[in-house]
């Protein structure tokens, strides 16, 4: 029997997360996948039985680049604020790489929330959460009272409806003489923090 190879395994995985990124997990096709890896499709069939597979695959990588970017959140040695900054900016940078996947995570927590928080589990560290750490910042004495868990709604919104409603945006953009590229769009970065600055206070 013909041993799976690793370096093939990645380019697959890889031809895989921008495929379903750019299509989305029921538009794309294994054979766009397999052309853009530069494989016949009976052999990605061979490491990977179908697409769903494959896609529970890449969406595995993502949940575990996202947890690896929250941890930001535990490093004690830097104020709250300039942890809720860098969170921020790891979670747009995470959401450029992986645009599909505020769409995706709707979806998936929809249609099954036990499977979802069973991966979530897997991966997160526990006190890797910005609610969490907020919360103990005020009982500390570190920063001015702030509902937590509003923030959090209010900051994951400012971050993630930007790659939700791109085309939108794009479009609108277009009617208008501009141009929309949230990857490149620093102005974006620099509102939300602008919105940490007047939410998180120092006392």
């Known amino acids: 029997m013909k041993l799976k190879d690793s370096k093939t395994e990645?380019?697959?995985l890889e031809a895989a997360k921008s495929v379903f990124m750019e299509f989305g997990l029921y538009g794309a096709r294994m054979q766009q996948i397999a052309d853009r890896a530069g494989i016949n499709k009976a052999l990605l069939h061979y490491y990977f039985r179908n697409k769903e597979k494959l896609f529970d695959r890449v969406f595995e990588n993502a949940l575990a680049r996202y947890f690896q970017n929250m941890?930001?959140?535990?490093?004690?040695?830097?104020?709250i604020i300039d942890r809720v900054h860098s969170y921020a900016d790891r979670f747009i940078d995470f959401l450029s790489e992986y645009p599909q996947m505020a769409i995706f995570l709707i979806k998936e927590v929809s249609l099954n929330q036990a499977l979802f928080e069973e991966k979530v589990n897997r991966h997160k560290k526990e006190k890797a959460s910005l609610i969490l750490v907020l919360n103990q910042?005020?009982?500390?004495?570190?920063?001015?009272?702030?509902?937590?868990?509003?923030?959090?709604?209010?900051?994951?919104?400012?971050?993630?409806y930007p790659f939700v409603a791109r085309?939108?945006?794009?479009?609108?953009?277009?009617?208008n003489g501009?141009?929309?590229?949230?990857?490149?769009?620093?102005?974006?970065?620099?509102?939300?923090?602008?919105?940490?600055?007047?939410?998180?206070?120092?006392?």
């Open 10 to 12: 990645e380019v697959i």
């Open 167 to 175: 085309p939108i945006f794009k479009v609108v953009a277009s009617k």
């Open 71 to 79: 941890e930001v959140l535990l490093d004690e040695s830097q104020p």
């Open 178 to 203: 501009a141009q929309w590229d949230v990857n490149r769009n620093l102005a974006l970065k620099e509102s939300i923090h602008e919105f940490i600055n007047n939410k998180i206070k120092p006392l």
């Open 137 to 160: 910042g005020m009982q500390r004495g570190e920063i001015q009272p702030v509902d937590a868990m509003m923030f959090f709604v209010n900051l994951v919104s400012l971050c993630t």
